[in-house]
């Protein structure tokens, strides 16, 4: 039968001009019919569907579970086993063996089959206290395949046999004496297996005990690099003392000064940048009262970041009837004051704590004329901003998506002159009648859509020269895409590249040390390598002695491990593999911790789901946060369901598991404000969330969301370009990677594939894949004065390690500005005529060049120089020329015999090493013939180095 399907399918698909020798891979909507439930309540579902050019089997999966492989021929097919728990919406997703892009979904939704006695989602509801300081408790919950009636028990004492139609019930009057906890367990009257407990906090009537207003403030670091945290905060109706823990740590007992504005000081603390400060304020009497919070971590170091705001995330909301919308805004922020402002079109917004983000303004109109923009700037920093530009809003249509997709190229072969044409080719829908098309930022023309595909001629193919590709439409610029094409060759050059870096290691010893070993390869490298890491050299191997072993390693569960392996000779030639924390079998370490949450109930209440991996731990762990502890559990019980929780849209809950016996090991995650959303929407509760950068400084979102009365299946545009179109049940989807250059701002929207009115518009801007600032560090610097080179001159060594740096330069400075500009490489360095300022100790500074929040500061003992000539070489005073094929050098001093020249591209390519003097004072390089560019030439003797440039201008 579904052979004579197939063949029908086929013969239909010839007669409406369909070659089966070229046709895709298809497979139809499948139909669901599913059976009467079991006793058990379990179900189960046939599945059949139409199919063409496929291979021999299909898988079935769905629900985070897969339900196996199928041949084609077995078709229709039975799933059994289902369980009807009136939760699961069932989907079903049929991908093709081979074809894993040939795929249908089925989706059958909800199924309820009865099942055994159920009490769940019990609430208990307090009325306000009487004159008596006494209350009333509302008890409710929900219930399946039950008797008539059940019994409760308060504190375990019976209390009354009740009908489930008298829900919710009226209990009390209860005694409201801030210390007794109640404990509510009802059990069905026949099925005595059926039960269910809700234990409730103790209740106070007027304002119980209570911490707000908390903040935290350091004190300037002293030599050690601690300080101390000042805690600042109101308290509402305390006993006379509290107590305070720092991680755990207990730091004294206090008396409580100013009820309405307490001030206390606690310390030392590390300020090492990395430790996060789990801060416990506790009555001491007043059980239950008390404040849970993460704060820091604090940087100690020598240099003070600057001002950061970043990452910015904006969402304009839907139209209300009123033609008018809000804006929400997030962002990561860097040494910031403790409060920030949007302003925009001439006026103050708001007025918000960093605390507070995600923030949301508004109402604004959405009139079609107001050009919007927002700007977002420290209270303190002004000059420490954002800046969103969002145009023009329409509050009365959603408009039409020109979509431009699917750019395809290819090049012809090379001609005389090492040139290529290049053949561009794409799809469009919904555009205007042309596009201008543009490669590495120069126009080559504007052409009629029609004329696709289109030829460009004279592409200079020299392996060196990396071509992007953009193309946008005449009339929607937004309407664009682009692509990185790379490098065309016409020759056998190409450049040096580690391709792979291989890294293992040993177990770890009775030391509780370990071993690593390195396995680099690559192409086009020269013999050796060196390897870097945690600020260390370790040394340099060739490539044939592969693998390469180092160590031993302390395996202390705190440093983050990471190895650079980089090319001898090709500096920019490099590879990194990053280890992280190791810790031996037996340390206790809690991995990173991950909290979801369900949706709303009618009560605007949800509940947590809160998950973590551990190694090394006792049996059991706390839960605590926002100055709740939510009780100690078994590891083996992970997930954790923790709640009812209240989605009041300002709670920015935490979670913060400690193990019990060991109180050091922890983990922590924040879950943020939640809020439920409107039932009116069609999408709500949108997420997405950035991946690590990779090398080529691109990442990918993971988007998810929450969606009702929609079709099967969703587009997604990035930039006004159609990036793809996925079915609901795929979600969480991930987008195609996206560039992090710090300026690129990406506008994302999710259309239904069938309503249009069905939209969510989201804004990343100018996301960044630099280098974290506190990883970039100048250490141990060493500034040692040598000898005198003139009145008050003398010469200067610099020698320091570095880690983390992304430039190969670096700047130094001394109290009056800029000194010179120097190569990594090179040192330790020596300063020649290093002006001393008249004090007794001299100062200088170190920079990454253009990083001014990677730096070092050292004081140092001068010397005095009232007179004499310099007693050494002075290299300062050269000249480079470039003339006809040769670099030539001059100075007014005899230049020194152990001279070494290099000169390199602006590539860092080094193009020569070799030289010949043409007198004590003057030397010549041999270039050849060279490309109109600049170009660098350092200069190096024992005791000095400096780098030169020059220009070929023809």
């Not at 496929?54 to 086993?81: H, M, Q, R, W």
């Not at 945690?534 to 490539?543: E, L, M, Q, V």
């Not at 001299?842 to 005095?864: A, G, R, T």
Request: glycine share 6%; hydrophobic share 30%; net charge neutral.
């Amino acid at each position: 039968m579904k052979k004579m399907r197939y063949f029908l399918l086929l013969l239909s698909g010839l007669t409406a001009g369909w070659t089966p020798s070229y046709a895709e891979c298809e497979l139809g909507s499948p139909t669901l019919s599913r059976t009467d439930c079991s006793t058990e309540g379990r179900f189960a579902v046939k599945i059949d569907f139409d199919f063409r050019d496929v291979s021999e089997c299909f898988t079935v999966t769905g629900n985070g579970k897969s339900y196996g492989t199928f041949p084609y021929a077995k078709l229709p097919i039975v799933i059994d086993g289902l369980e009807g728990d009136c939760l699961t919406k069932y989907e079903f997703v049929i991908r093709d063996c081979e074809k894993p892009d040939c795929k249908t979904i089925g989706l059958l939704g909800v199924v309820c089959c009865p099942q055994g006695c159920q009490l769940f989602d019990l609430v208990v509801e307090n009325t306000p206290c009487d004159t008596n300081d006494q209350y009333f408790t509302f008890l409710n919950f929900k219930h399946l395949n039950t008797s008539s009636c059940f019994t409760l028990k308060i504190n375990n004492q019976f209390f009354d046999t009740l009908n489930y139609k008298q829900l919710p019930v009226k209990l009390g009057p209860f005694t409201a004496d801030c210390h007794t906890e109640r404990v509510f367990s009802v059990r069905d009257c026949e099925k005595l297996d059926c039960d269910a407990t809700l234990s409730t906090p103790k209740v106070c009537c007027g304002d119980p005990c209570q911490f707000s207003n908390v903040r935290i403030e350091h004190s300037p670091c002293d030599s050690n690099g601690k300080f101390y945290a000042h805690l600042i905060f109101q308290v509402k109706n305390p006993s006379d003392s509290f107590w305070i823990k720092v991680n755990d740590l207990f730091l004294g007992k206090f008396r409580y000064g100013n009820a309405s504005s307490a001030a206390y000081r606690v310390g030392p603390l590390p300020g090492d940048c990395k430790t996060k400060f789990n801060i416990l304020l506790k009555d001491h009497k007043i059980t239950g009262c008390a404040f849970d919070t993460i704060w820091g971590p604090v940087c100690c170091d020598s240099t003070q970041l600057p001002c950061r705001l970043y990452d910015l995330v904006s969402e304009k909301t839907h139209c209300d009837s009123l033609g008018q919308f809000y804006m929400h805004f997030n962002f990561q922020h860097q040494s910031t004051s403790d409060c920030f402002r949007i302003l925009g079109n001439g006026k103050v917004y708001a007025e918000f704590k960093y605390s507070q983000l995600p923030v949301k303004i508004g109402p604004l109109k959405g009139d079609c004329q107001t050009p919007y923009e927002f700007a977002i700037e420290d209270c303190h920093f002004p000059d420490c901003r954002l800046i969103k530009e969002l145009g023009k809003v329409c509050c009365d249509s959603f408009p039409g998506l020109c979509n431009l997709s699917e750019l395809r190229y290819e090049t012809s072969d090379c001609n005389e002159h090492d040139q290529v044409s290049l053949f561009v080719n794409f799809n469009y829908s919904n555009t205007s009648e042309c596009f201008n098309l543009f490669l590495n930022g120069s126009s080559y023309g504007t052409f009629r859509y029609g004329q696709l595909p289109v030829r460009i001629d004279g592409v200079v193919a020299d392996c060196r020269t990396s071509y992007k590709l953009l193309i946008k439409d005449c009339e929607k610029p937004l309407c664009a895409l682009d692509k990185n094409l790379g490098v065309f060759c016409c020759d056998s050059l190409s450049e040096c590249a580690i391709r792979t870096l291989k890294v293992e290691r040993t177990p770890c010893d009775s030391n509780r040390t370990f071993y690593i070993y390195l396995l680099p390869s690559g192409d086009n490298t020269s013999e050796c390598f060196r390897v870097l890491g945690n600020g260390h050299d370790y040394g340099t191997f060739k490539y044939t002695n592969v693998p390469v072993k180092l160590g031993p390693f302390k395996a202390d569960c705190l440093t983050e491990y990471e190895w650079v392996v980089q090319d001898c000779e090709h500096p920019d030639c490099r590879k990194s593999h990053y280890t992280g924390k190791v810790c031996c079998e037996g340390d206790c370490r809690l991995g990173t911790m991950s909290v979801e949450r369900t949706e709303c109930n009618a009560l605007n209440q949800f509940y947590a789901f809160v998950k973590f991996t551990h190694a090394g731990a006792s049996d059991c762990f706390r839960l605590k946060g926002n100055g709740r502890d939510y009780g100690t559990f078994q590891y083996s019980a992970i997930p954790i369901k923790v709640g009812p929780l209240n989605a009041d849209c300002n709670t920015p809950y935490e979670f913060i598991a400690i193990d019990c016996h060991k109180a050091d090991c922890k983990t922590a995650a924040e879950l943020g404000r939640v809020c439920c959303d409107s039932a009116e929407l069609k999408f709500s509760a949108f997420k997405m969330e950035r991946s690590d950068c990779d090398h080529d400084s691109t990442f990918d979102l993971a988007i998810k969301f929450a969606y009702r009365q929609v079709s099967d299946s969703f587009l997604l545009f990035i930039n006004g370009r159609h990036r793809g179109t996925y079915a609901y049940g795929a979600l969480p989807v991930r987008t195609p990677r996206l560039k992090a250059d710090c300026k690129s701002i990406y506008t994302l929207q999710i259309v239904d594939q069938k309503d249009s009115a069905a939209y969510i518009v989201r804004h990343l801007e100018r996301p960044c894949c630099l280098i974290k600032a506190d990883s970039c560090q100048i250490r141990d610097v060493k500034a040692t004065p040598l000898y005198c080179t003139g009145p008050g001159k003398y010469a200067l060594k610099l020698n320091f390690r570095h880690l983390g740096t992304t430039n190969a330069h670096f700047d130094v400075y001394d109290r009056n500005g800029p000194v010179g500009y120097f190569s990594f490489a090179d040192l330790p360095i020596t300063l020649m005529d290093f002006k001393k300022t008249g004090r007794l100790y001299d100062y200088v500074k170190i920079c990454e060049n253009d990083n001014p929040s990677c730096c070092s500061v050292v004081e140092f003992l001068s010397i005095e120089c009232n007179g004499g000539a310099p007693t050494r070489n002075d290299l300062k005073s050269m000249v480079v020329n470039y003339r006809d094929r040769s670099v030539l050098l001059f100075s007014d001093k005899e230049l020194p015999a152990d001279l070494q020249i290099e000169v390199y591209n602006l590539e860092g390519r080094l193009l020569s090493k070799k030289f010949s003097r043409l007198s004590p004072y003057e030397l010549e390089i041999d270039m050849g013939p060279i490309s109109p560019d600049i170009y660098f030439v350092k200069v190096k003797s024992e005791e000095y180095s400096r780098i030169l440039k020059f220009f070929n201008l023809k």
